[in-house]
């Protein structure tokens, strides 16, 4: 029985004419009622039955004070328990509830010797302030020194024994199947149940007229609830809601989660008990309007990404009066483009360019830059081994050429706690590198990854969508673990903008941010052939740009700058001006820790 009984409901609800005209043949229409005399169908207006609107299939008899939905009145017309009434409704509406079962686990009947109460555990039951009308309901039986609580499935055939000594020993039937204990006391027209830790505690919960059943082994999460649900799912598919009335410790919580995450956060509410569990309720004069209002408060559990806006009110307090968007995340190395150029937390970053533009380059000068504004950062290169990488980083880092051996050992000193580095050359394993990466994230709280490049990945060149669902899972890992990613990736030969890049149009669209990095190869060559020739360098080919760093899409900003760059050879820095001098990210302990401005 796969569909809940909620659902039939529904569909009853919305064929309230021809159910009510079924149910109640001596009734008639009046407007937007189906008038009735009693459940028996007999002529009459007491029983009204709702045709239409929100509450179409809802009913009331005001003789009485019945009422409910169409699944109830067909359980009380035909004399049947939900049980029954989902099946035949189901059939009626031509609904399948039972589908294809995996074979189960095959158990054992119990025998069990057990007798009358014994004096000694009546008394002890009293002192628990359970009352024998309702102990007599849940089969609770003697054997020898052992008090036996029988488990009935809701036809009433036994399928376990839990047994427990007055002090508190414990054992069960041998071969049990596992299940809920106290399906006997569950009245036929129940469409809510709690679920409580303790059969004691199903008992006492009976007391303030809430149907209980209890988990067969307590809390505890991981797994521990699987068996009893697997039995079960079918039989509390009747219930609309079920509340969970379990310890507030870590297994009772771990055993909600569990439960909800099964049975389903649409139907599972959380009781905050009025004391520990429900006979301790009972044990300290805990009223039934008392025990009603903690039932009246109880919680759903939405999902974790069903939210609404007052979740976001801080966020949105700093969007509009805190930190200026131009302070937020760390810009690029250029102070001219730091106000209108960021990056921040939860973004997917492209930076592309033609083969030899210098993106790599570009990416290393930049990951300096998270550092300088203290953002731990793990670079995943798999064109360079780390050796080679990690000697070019120590260039831009010191901007210098040839650093001695001292300043190498304080400038590691200085990247040890701010840099790792993803040692895989080649082509990667994907799964392997984002499970890294989430380890990272939680164990060094990195906040800036870097993958070095997209076509390292290990995807074909022409593998459009393995592409596109490897950035999509970048821009996920992002956002989720609050995290900056840059992405390097090719362009087109003689490709511009964010069309030329390669792949699929897709793999932008999924960015939130994407640079170009543009080489001015025709100045190189022309100094090269004035070196060749022992011509002088002439002024204007020296002061033009060595590159172009083009912004062509920013989700979060508010524009998208463009910077003519210089490129430093001695320290591979990318300079704001012809005249513009690198900047030192590590100070060399013998001079002055006195930072100059930031070119």
């Known amino acids: 029985m796969r569909i809940r009984a909620a659902e039939i409901a529904e ?10 005209a079924l149910l109640l043949p001596g009734g008639k229409r009046s407007g937007k009622f189906w008038n009735a005399g009693d459940v028996g169908g007999s002529e009459g207006d007491s029983l009204k039955v709702y045709l239409s609107g929100s509450k179409s299939g809802r009913w009331q008899d005001y003789a009485t004070g019945d009422g409910g939905d169409l699944l109830d009145l067909w359980a009380m017309t035909q004399g ?86 007055i002090d508190k020993k414990m054992r069960s039937s041998a071969n049990s199947r596992p299940g809920l204990y106290g399906w006997q006391a569950i009245p036929d027209s129940a469409r809510s149940v709690a679920i409580v830790e303790g059969e004691l505690d199903a008992i006492a919960l009976s007391h ?18 699987d068996h009893w649900i697997q039995e079960e799912f079918d039989a509390l598919n009747r219930f609309d809601i079920i509340y969970l009335c379990l310890d507030t410790d870590e297994p ?7 439960i909800m995450d099964r049975l389903g956060l649409d139907r599972c509410r959380l009781v905050e008990m009025p004391k520990k569990d429900a006979n ?23 999902p974790d990404e069903l939210r609404r806006p007052r979740d976001y009110l801080q966020e949105l307090y700093d969007e509009f009066h805190g930190e200026p968007d131009s302070e937020r995340g760390f810009g690029p190395p ?12 939860g973004e997917l970053v492209i930076v592309a360019g033609p083969n030899g533009s210098g993106k790599s380059q570009y990416c290393g000068h930049q990951m300096l830059e998270a550092m300088r504004s203290d953002y731990r950062v793990c670079i995943a290169s798999m064109e360079f081994k780390p050796r080679r990488y990690l000697a070019r980083l120590l260039r831009q880092c010191g901007a210098l050429r040839d650093p001695s051996k001292p300043y190498i050992d304080h400038m590691v000193e200085w990247l040890d706690d701010q840099l790792w580095v993803f040692d895989l050359t080649g082509t990667a394993k994907t799964d392997r590198m984002l499970e890294v990466f989430r380890y990272a994230r939680r164990r060094y709280g990195i906040r800036v990854f870097l993958i070095d490049n997209l076509a390292k990945c ?128 590590c100070h060399d302990f013998s001079i002055s820790d006195k930072r100059g401005a930031h070119q």
């Open 252 to 258: 009772g919580r771990e055993a909600a989660a569990e």
């Open 11 to 20: 569909r009853l609800g919305s064929q309230a004419e021809q159910v009510a």
């Open 458 to 585: 290990g995807f074909a060149e022409d593998d459009y969508n393995g592409q596109k669902d490897f950035v999509d899972r970048l821009g996920d890992f992002a956002k989720t673990n609050d995290s900056t990613l840059f992405l390097v990736h090719h362009m087109r030969k003689g490709g511009e903008g964010k069309d030329g890049i390669k792949g699929t149009g897709a793999i932008t669209d999924m960015a939130d941010t994407v640079i170009t990095v543009w080489r001015n190869h025709e100045k190189e060559q022309a100094i090269r052939t004035a070196e060749l020739e022992g011509e002088p360098i002439e002024e204007d080919a020296r002061r033009a740009v060595d590159g172009v760093i083009t912004c062509v899409k920013q989700r979060n900003g508010e524009d998208e700058p463009k910077k003519g760059i210089w490129f430093h050879r001695d320290s591979f820095q990318f300079l704001s001006g012809p005249d513009s001098r690198p900047f030192r990210y």
């Open 280 to 302: 301790d309720c009972l044990q300290n004069d805990i009223t039934k309007d008392q025990m009603r209002e903690a039932f009246r408060k109880a919680k759903c559990v939405d």
């Open 334 to 345: 250029f102070a001219q483009m730091a106000d209108s150029l960021r990056f921040r937390e």
């Open 208 to 225: 303030y007229g809430m149907p209980a059943l209890s988990v067969p082994n307590g809390g505890g999460g991981g797994g521990k609830q």
């Open 80 to 165: 049947s328990s939900i049980s029954d009434a989902m099946r035949d409704a189901a059939d009626w509406l031509g609904m399948v509830l039972d589908t294809v079962r995996e074979p189960k686990k095959s158990y054992s009947a119990p025998k069990p010797k057990t007798g009358p109460l014994s004096v000694a555990h009546l008394n002890w039951l009293g002192s628990r302030m359970l009352e024998q009308e309702w102990v007599d309901k849940f089969a609770v039986k003697s054997e020898g020194d052992w008090l036996a609580f029988e488990y009935l499935d809701p036809a009433g055939k036994l399928f376990g024994v839990k047994y427990r000594t």
